[in-house]
């Protein structure tokens, strides 16, 4: 599913984020270290190899909404975005630190004029973070967002299996 808002795309995709090649910049649901992990920082940490953990290390330790940026290392992107979202029932108000984590991305993602970003759904894999209060969170802060927005031209959603990718393409629908 794909929409286009004031010049900006953005989409859903099901697939895999470490293998975004036509995007200058992933973001990594990274953990509070910006160290390898599972998931999406697992996933990340291996296909960029250990470069992107050392030059993360003094970058960290990140806080709930924080987002930090690195070279992208062996990935076929320039950057990694970590964000650190919330965890669901501990780190409050996890809403308005969910909503931190897209805007702080997008934020670095302007001020180092990258046109491309691929997000996975931050919070919902280990952090707990309920798939559809998430989604609903991510796509109103990004509605929000996109009038601002000068460089960034595509902003994708790269959803792990057909479950997330429906929830995410109905609430997508709802908010644009």
Same mark, same amino acid.
């Given at each position: 599913?794909?929409?286009?808002?004031?010049?900006?795309?953005?989409?859903?995709? @099901?697939?895999?984020?470490?293998?975004?090649?036509?995007?200058?910049?992933?973001?990594?649901?990274?953990?509070?270290?910006?160290?390898?992990?599972?998931?999406?920082?697992?996933?990340?940490?291996?296909?960029?190899?250990?470069?992107?953990?050392?030059?993360?290390?003094?970058?960290?330790?990140?806080?709930?909404?924080?987002?930090?940026?690195?070279?992208?290392?062996?990935?076929?992107?320039?950057?990694?975005?970590?964000?650190?979202?919330?965890?669901?029932?501990?780190?409050?108000?996890?809403?308005t630190?969910?909503?931190?984590?897209?805007r702080n991305?997008?934020?670095?993602?302007?001020?180092?004029?990258?046109d @491309?970003v691929?997000?996975?759904?931050? @919070?919902?894999?280990?952090?707990?973070?309920?798939?559809e209060?998430?989604?609903?969170?991510?796509?109103k802060?990004i509605?929000?967002?996109?009038?601002?927005?000068?460089s960034?031209?595509?902003i994708?959603?790269?959803?792990?299996? @057909?479950?997330?990718?429906?929830?995410?393409?109905?609430?997508?629908?709802?908010?644009?």
């Open positions: 599913m794909k929409k286009t808002i004031s010049g900006v795309t953005v989409e859903c995709i @099901s697939g895999d984020i470490a293998s975004q090649k036509d995007v200058t910049a992933v973001v990594n649901a990274a953990n509070a270290r910006l160290q390898p992990g599972g998931g999406v920082a697992g996933a990340l940490h291996r296909a960029a190899g250990p470069g992107l953990e050392e030059e993360g290390r003094p970058l960290a330790p990140i806080r709930p909404g924080e987002a930090v940026i690195t070279g992208a290392h062996n990935l076929p992107n320039d950057y990694v975005i970590h964000c650190l979202g919330p965890v669901y029932g501990v780190d409050r108000p996890e809403e630190l969910l909503a931190d984590c897209y991305a997008l934020r670095l993602a302007e001020e180092n004029s990258i @491309s691929a997000f996975p759904s931050l @919070s919902t894999g280990a952090f707990g973070y309920p798939m209060e998430a989604a609903n969170v991510a796509f802060t509605k929000n967002i996109i009038p601002g927005l000068r960034v031209r595509l994708r959603f790269v959803l792990f299996g @057909s479950d997330a990718l429906e929830i995410h393409e109905q609430a997508m629908a709802e908010i644009f």
